[in-house]
């Protein structure tokens, strides 16, 4: 069974940080291209950041230079560094793995980060 758990999220004031963590089990890690989404209410899934199996990193823009996207293959991890969090930053944040070759594809359950102004 394909698990995907993430953890870090919270209530955090503007300018503040916090650390998102998402575990997985039941894939093979390593081959998967992962990113972290936010879902704001009343609006769209979005994605915020992606690394790939490899080495690639991508950002949404407006998150560039305070969100990072890192993973530890060994540990069957991947986590979102947030700093400098707006108010505008406030959503839930799911955790995403794809695999381009079997199709996989599979979602956390998601976790709410809230940033008072």
């Known amino acids: 069974q394909v698990q995907l758990v993430e953890s870090g999220g919270g209530l955090v004031q503007a300018g503040g940080s916090l650390r998102l963590s998402c575990a997985a089990s039941?894939?093979?890690?390593?081959?998967?291209?992962v990113g972290w989404y936010r879902q704001a209410p009343e609006k769209q899934r979005e994605l915020v950041a992606f690394?790939?199996?490899?080495?690639?990193?991508q950002y949404k823009d407006s998150v560039k230079g305070r969100f990072a996207i890192s993973r530890d293959n060994a540990k069957n991890t991947v986590s979102l560094q947030m700093n400098s969090l707006k108010p505008e930053d406030t959503a839930v944040y799911y955790c995403?793995?794809?695999?381009?070759?079997?199709?996989?594809?599979?979602w956390g359950q998601g976790t709410q980060v809230i940033v008072s102004s």
């Open positions: 995403h793995a794809e695999n381009s070759v079997s199709r996989g594809t599979y």
């Open positions: 039941g894939i093979r890690f390593r081959f998967y291209d």
């Open positions: 690394h790939s199996s490899g080495r690639t990193t």
